[in-house]
C-alpha cells in the first residue's frame, strides 16, 4: 500500500505515521480519504525527487524524513499557510543549509498542494475548511475592529458629556439583532439631545459627535490609534492645552517672521506636541505624537499621562 519513497524517507511504519497525522490535522476517520491523502503524499514525494535529486537531502537525510516534518506540512495544507515556519520545521542534525532547506519544503508544499486539488473528495475537504478559517479570522478581525471603535466612542463620549455618570450605550445595543456593516454609517442618540454618527472600514474609524446645540467633532483615526483627519467643533483658539505636571522634558518655541510662534513640547520617549500660535497667543494649528482627550465640551486638550 506504501510506495518505496514513503518507506525509503520514513520507513516500514510510514503508513502508520501518515495515517495518524492525517487523523490529528484533518480530523478524517474515513479510510478511503486516508488511502486518497496518502497516495497524493506519495505521488508528491516521487515527483519532488524526480524534479531535484538530492538537492535538498537524500531519502534518509531529507526534511521529509523527519516525523515532525510532516506534521508541520500537513498543517500548513490543512490550514491554508502561505509558508513553512522555521521555526516548527526540524532541521538540525541533516547536515544541511536551514535556508535551502525551507526552500525545499515550500516547493514541496506547492507540489502537494497541486496533486491534492486533483482528488475532488481532498479539494473539497480542503477548500471547506480554508473558507472556514478565512471566515473565523474575518470575524476575529471585524470584533477587534468593532471593538476599537466602541472604546473610542466611549472615550469620547465620557469626555463630552455634561455628566460624567451618563450612561452610554454600547454598539452592540445601539445596533440590535443587526451586524454592523462595513462603510454604513450609524447613529447613537443620548438622552441629553446629543448623537454620534459612527461608521468603519478595513483602515479607519470614523465618529462624528453632535453637541445639543448643533456643534460638531469629527475623527477619522486608523486602528494603530492614529488620527488622520479631524475637525474641531469650535475655533481651536478657543482651546487651551493642559499638560500634566512632571511629563515635559523639554520645550522649544521658535518665532516665526510673521509674529506666530512654533511651540514644540518634548515629553519621555520621544513623544511631542507642537502648536503654532498667533501673535495673541491664540492656537492656530496643532500636531499630537502623544495621545490626547479632547474635551470639546470645557474646550481642554487633555494630554494623557500614559507614556
Excluded: C
Excluded at 490529528?24 to 491523502?37: A, C, N, S, T, V
Excluded at 522555521?86 to 502537494?112: C, R, T
Excluded at 469620547?156 to 445596533?175: F, G, R, V, W, Y
Amino acid at each position: 500500500m506504501i510506495g518505496e519513497i514513503l518507506l525509503g524517507v520514513l520507513g516500514n511504519s510510514a503508513y502508520d505515521i501518515l495515517k495518524k497525522i492525517i487523523k490529528k490535522q484533518f480530523g478524517q476517520e474515513d479510510e478511503e480519504i486516508i488511502r486518497l491523502f496518502i497516495t497524493s503524499i506519495e505521488t508528491t514525494s516521487k515527483h519532488f525527487f524526480d524534479i531535484y535529486g538530492e538537492e535538498y537531502g537524500t531519502l534518509e537525510s531529507s526534511f521529509l524524513s523527519v516525523q515532525q516534518n510532516w506534521e508541520v506540512l500537513l498543517r500548513s495544507i490543512f490550514y491554508g499557510a502561505e509558508e513553512i515556519k522555521g521555526e516548527n520545521f526540524i532541521i538540525s542534525g541533516l547536515g544541511l543549509d536551514k535556508g535551502e532547506v525551507l526552500k525545499g519544503a515550500n516547493k514541496f508544499l506547492e507540489l502537494l498542494q497541486l496533486e491534492m486539488s486533483k482528488q475532488w473528495k481532498l479539494d473539497k475537504i480542503l477548500t471547506e475548511k480554508r473558507h472556514m478559517i478565512e471566515s473565523e479570522k474575518y470575524m476575529k478581525e471585524t470584533n477587534e475592529k468593532l471593538s476599537f471603535l466602541e472604546n473610542f466612542i466611549k472615550g469620547l463620549a465620557s469626555t463630552n458629556q455634561p455628566s460624567k455618570d451618563s450612561e452610554i450605550p454600547s454598539i452592540e445595543a445601539n445596533l440590535g439583532i443587526n451586524k454592523i456593516e462595513f462603510n454604513k454609517k450609524y447613529k447613537m442618540d443620548f438622552i441629553n439631545g446629543a448623537s454620534i454618527n459612527y461608521m468603519l472600514n478595513q483602515e479607519l474609524i470614523y465618529v462624528e459627535y453632535v453637541f445639543e446645540d448643533g456643534a460638531t467633532a469629527y475623527y477619522e483615526v486608523d486602528y494603530s490609534g492614529a488620527v488622520r483627519n479631524s475637525k474641531f467643533p469650535y475655533p481651536l483658539e478657543q482651546y487651551e492645552i493642559v499638560i500634566p505636571e512632571g511629563m515635559l522634558v523639554d520645550k522649544q518655541v521658535i518665532e516665526f517672521p510673521n509674529g506666530n510662534i512654533h511651540e514644540k513640547f518634548i515629553f519621555r520617549w520621544g513623544k511631542h506636541f507642537t502648536t503654532v500660535k498667533d501673535k495673541q497667543g491664540n492656537i492656530l494649528k496643532i500636531d499630537a505624537e502623544v495621545e490626547v482627550e479632547v474635551d470639546h465640551r470645557n474646550k481642554k486638550i487633555n494630554i494623557k499621562n500614559s507614556l
